[in-house]
C-alpha cells in the first residue's frame, strides 16, 4: 500500500485547526471518557434485558472489557491522538471508510435529542423541592394516609381457564406527580389520542437546559478550559453520588437490598454473560467516536495503553456505583409487597422518577433532594456536552471554513438540537425513548465492526503496529493486534445480533411511527457508509480495481507536529511516502 497526498486523488488536502489546543492535564482524557460512563439510561431500558444489577452480575464485564472494550478504547485513541483530528478527518487512515465519520455526526445529535429528557426530569424535581412542600411528600398529596395511592385493576392470571386474580397496583406518588404534567395518569404516559400533545412545562424545562448548555459554551469553549470544567463537575458528581449512596443506607429494607446486591448468585452471572456485551458499548458515550475526538487532544506521546485500562475501571466504578443506588431503591420498593402477594409496586425509572417518593420520607427531605437531583443533572450534563463538544471538534477539524464561524455554528448546532429535541417533551417521546436507545445497540456494533475492518485489515495490521509502536515509543504485543482482528469481532457479531433481537422485539409493541423513526436512523446511515465509499472510488482515476485500492489507501496520513512528522517520515522510509514532487517527476519521465 502507497501513502498519497490529497493532491494526487483530486481533494483538498487536510489543513490542521492550530487553534484547537490540548487538555490542561493529561488526567482531563481520562475524566472525560471516565464521564461517558454517566449515560445513565442504561438503567432505564436495561428493564427490558431483565437487569437487576447485581454485584456479581457485572463480573463478566470484566472479562468482555479485556477481550475488546480496552483494545477498540486503544483503536479510538490511537486514530484520534495520531491523528490530532475528530472523528470524520481521522478516517483519513482509510478514505473509503470516512462516511462512518460522518454517520457519527448523525448518530451523535439523534442521540443528543432524546438524551435531554435525563436532564429535563432532575431539573424538575430540583426546582419543585425549593417549595416548602414538595407535591409528591405527604403533605403534598393531602395526607393521603401513606405516601402510595391504591387502586384497584385486574389481570389474567391463567389465560387456559381465565381465572382473574385481583391485584392492587400502588402508585408511587413522584411517577405519579410527572405524568401529571402529561395531563393523563392512566395507561402509562401514552394515550389513544393527542400523542404528541407537548407538555409546555416540560417545553419549559427544555429551554432552561438548552440555556445552560449554552452558557457553559459561552464561557468554556476553550480545549483546556472545557477540559478542567469537565473535571471539576465529574469530581461533584461522584461526591454527591457517594453521599447520597451513604444516606440511602438507612432507608428501611435498604441493608437487606445491599447484602442482596452483594451476595454470589450463579444466575446472575450467567445472565450477566448476554447483558454485558451491551453494557460494554456504552463506554463509548451516547454518540460513536467520542473517545476518538477527545484522545486527539492529548500529547503525541500519550501512553493510551495505560489511560484505556484506567478509563475502562474507572468506568466499572461508576456502573458498580450507580448499580447499588439502584438496586437499594428497588428493594426499597419492593418491601411493600413483603406482606400481601396482591400488591405491585409500579416503579418507572427507579433512579429517576421513583427515587423522589423515597427522598420525602428523609428527614430534610428538600436537601437530600436537591443534592440526589442535582448530582443526576450534572451527571446528565456532563454527557450532553461532551457530546456536543466532540461534534463539535469534528465539524471543525474537517471544515475549515467553519473556523471563522466557531461561535455561530456552536449556537446553531445548540439552537437545533433545542428545537428537534420538542418532540420528547411530548407523551409520545417520553415513552418511546427507549426504541432509539435499543437501536442503537446494533448500529453500534456494526459500526465497530466496520472501523476493525478498516483499521486492521484494509490498513493493515503491520502499519497498525507499526504507528501504535512509534506514538507510544514501546513495543505493542503481536497477540493484542492477533485479538483484535479476530477474537473482538466474535464477540461484536453475537453484539450486533442481540442488538437485532432487542429492537425486534421492542417494536413489535411500539407504534408504526416509531418503527420509521428507527428505521431512518439505523437503516439510512449504515447505507451512507459504503455509499459514500463508492462516491470517494468514483472520484479516483483508473480501473474498478485500481479506483477501489486508492480508495482505500490513507491519505495525508501522518503527525501533525512538525517534528513527530519528519521522525515518522525516517521511520517509515520515503518508499512508502509519495509526494507531490515525486509524483509529477514520474508522470512525465
Known amino acids: 500500500m502507497v501513502y498519497e497526498s490529497s493532491y494526487e486523488t483530486g481533494r483538498k488536502p487536510f489543513t490542521p485547526d492550530l487553534q484547537r489546543g490540548k487538555w490542561e492535564k493529561p488526567t482531563d482524557f481520562i475524566f472525560a471518557c471516565c464521564g461517558l460512563a454517566l449515560k445513565l439510561d442504561i438503567f432505564v431500558i436495561s428493564y427490558w434485558f431483565f437487569f437487576d444489577t447485581r454485584l456479581f452480575f457485572i463480573l463478566p464485564y470484566f472479562f468482555y472489557m479485556a477481550i475488546y472494550m480496552v483494545p477498540l478504547l486503544v483503536i479510538h485513541s490511537f486514530m484520534g491522538q495520531f491523528s490530532s483530528s475528530g472523528f470524520i478527518s481521522a478516517f483519513r487512515l482509510s478514505p473509503f471508510f470516512k462516511g462512518m465519520g460522518y454517520v457519527s455526526?448523525?448518530?451523535?445529535?439523534?442521540?443528543?435529542?432524546?438524551?435531554?429528557?435525563?436532564?429535563?426530569?432532575?431539573?424538575?424535581?430540583?426546582?419543585?423541592?425549593?417549595?416548602?412542600?414538595?407535591?409528591?411528600?405527604?403533605?403534598?398529596?393531602?395526607?393521603?394516609?401513606?405516601?402510595?395511592?391504591?387502586?384497584?385493576?385486574?389481570?389474567?392470571?391463567?389465560?387456559?381457564?381465565?381465572?382473574?386474580?385481583?391485584?392492587?397496583?400502588?402508585?408511587?406518588?413522584?411517577?405519579?406527580?410527572?405524568?401529571?404534567?402529561?395531563?393523563?395518569?392512566?395507561?402509562?404516559?401514552?394515550?389513544?389520542?393527542?400523542?404528541?400533545?407537548?407538555?409546555?412545562?416540560?417545553?419549559?424545562?427544555?429551554?432552561?437546559?438548552?440555556?445552560?448548555?449554552?452558557?457553559?459554551?459561552?464561557?468554556?469553549?476553550?480545549?483546556?478550559?472545557?477540559?478542567?470544567?469537565?473535571?471539576?463537575?465529574?469530581?461533584?458528581?461522584?461526591?454527591?453520588?457517594?453521599?447520597?449512596?451513604?444516606?440511602?443506607?438507612?432507608?428501611?429494607?435498604?441493608?437487606?437490598?445491599?447484602?442482596?446486591?452483594?451476595?454470589?448468585?450463579?444466575?446472575?452471572?450467567?445472565?450477566?454473560?448476554?447483558?454485558?456485551?451491551?453494557?460494554?458499548?456504552?463506554?463509548?458515550?451516547?454518540g460513536w467516536g467520542s473517545v476518538m475526538s477527545l484522545s486527539s487532544f492529548n500529547n503525541f506521546k500519550t501512553n493510551i495503553m495505560s489511560y484505556s485500562w484506567i478509563i475502562a475501571f474507572g468506568q466499572t466504578l461508576v456502573y458498580i456505583l450507580f448499580g447499588m443506588v439502584n438496586f437499594i431503591l428497588q428493594h426499597y420498593f419492593r418491601a411493600m409487597n413483603v406482606d400481601s402477594l396482591d400488591l405491585y409496586a409500579e416503579t418507572n425509572w427507579v433512579l429517576y422518577l421513583s427515587s423522589a417518593s423515597a427522598l420525602a420520607t428523609l428527614e430534610w427531605a428538600n436537601l437530600w433532594t436537591i443534592l440526589y437531583y442535582s448530582m443526576l443533572l450534572i451527571s446528565s450534563l456532563i454527557v450532553m456536552i461532551t457530546q456536543i463538544f466532540t461534534v463539535l471538534t469534528s465539524l471543525f477539524d474537517e471544515f475549515e471554513f467553519l473556523r471563522e464561524h466557531k461561535e455561530r455554528v456552536t449556537y446553531g448546532l445548540i439552537g437545533f438540537l433545542a428545537l428537534c429535541s420538542l418532540l420528547f417533551c411530548t407523551k409520545h417521546g417520553i415513552i418511546f425513548f427507549s426504541a432509539v436507545s435499543l437501536d442503537a445497540i446494533f448500529t453500534y456494533s456494526a459500526m465497530h465492526l466496520l472501523l476493525i475492518l478498516a483499521v486492521l485489515w484494509i490498513y493493515g495490521r503491520d502499519r497498525f503496529q507499526r504507528d501504535i509502536e512509534f506514538m507510544l515509543g514501546?513495543?505493542?504485543?503481536?497477540?493484542?493486534?492477533?485479538?483484535?482482528?479476530?477474537?473482538?469481532?466474535?464477540?461484536?457479531?453475537?453484539?450486533?445480533?442481540?442488538?437485532?433481537?432487542?429492537?425486534?422485539?421492542?417494536?413489535?409493541?411500539?407504534?408504526?411511527?416509531v418503527l420509521y423513526i428507527s428505521l431512518f436512523l439505523v437503516i439510512i446511515p449504515l447505507l451512507f457508509i459504503p455509499g459514500y465509499g463508492m462516491y470517494i472510488t468514483y472520484q479516483n482515476t483508473g480501473g474498478s480495481c485500481n479506483r477501489f485500492r486508492r480508495a482505500c489507501r490513507p491519505t495525508d496520513w501522518y503527525p501533525q507536529e512538525m517534528e513527530n512528522r519528519q521522525q515518522y517520515e525516517d521511520v517509515v522510509g520515503n518508499s512508502d511516502l509519495t509526494h507531490q514532487l515525486y509524483e509529477v517527476t514520474e508522470e512525465v519521465n
Not at 414538595?134 to 389481570?155: K, Y
Not at 441493608?255 to 452483594?262: A, E, Q, R
Not at 445472565?271 to 456485551?277: D, E
Not at 437485532?500 to 408504526?512: C, D, G, I, P, R
Open 105 to 286: 455526526v448523525f448518530l451523535s445529535i439523534a442521540s443528543l435529542l432524546f438524551y435531554s429528557i435525563f436532564a429535563i426530569v432532575p431539573l424538575v424535581f430540583i426546582l419543585h423541592s425549593l417549595r416548602p412542600t414538595m407535591p409528591w411528600s405527604c403533605e403534598g398529596l393531602g395526607n393521603v394516609g401513606n405516601l402510595t395511592t391504591v387502586n384497584a385493576i385486574s389481570i389474567l392470571a391463567n389465560e387456559t381457564d381465565f381465572d382473574v386474580l385481583h391485584m392492587t397496583e400502588i402508585h408511587i406518588p413522584s411517577v405519579l406527580f410527572f405524568k401529571q404534567h402529561f395531563g393523563s395518569l392512566g395507561g402509562g404516559f401514552i394515550s389513544e389520542k393527542d400523542d404528541f400533545q407537548f407538555s409546555w412545562t416540560i417545553v419549559g424545562f427544555s429551554v432552561m437546559i438548552w440555556g445552560i448548555i449554552a452558557c457553559i459554551f459561552r464561557y468554556y469553549s476553550e480545549t483546556a478550559k472545557f477540559g478542567k470544567l469537565l473535571r471539576y463537575m465529574i469530581m461533584t458528581a461522584l461526591a454527591l453520588l457517594m453521599m447520597c449512596l451513604a444516606r440511602f443506607l438507612f432507608l428501611p429494607g435498604a441493608l437487606d437490598g445491599l447484602t442482596h446486591y452483594v451476595k454470589p448468585h450463579l444466575d446472575s452471572t450467567i445472565n450477566g454473560s448476554l447483558v454485558m456485551m451491551v453494557v460494554v458499548l456504552q463506554a463509548f458515550g451516547s
Open 474 to 513: 514501546r513495543p505493542f504485543a503481536s497477540w493484542k493486534v492477533f485479538t483484535l482482528r479476530f477474537i473482538a469481532p466474535l464477540f461484536l457479531l453475537n453484539t450486533l445480533l442481540f442488538g437485532l433481537f432487542a429492537s425486534f422485539m421492542k417494536h413489535v409493541y411500539e407504534s408504526t411511527l
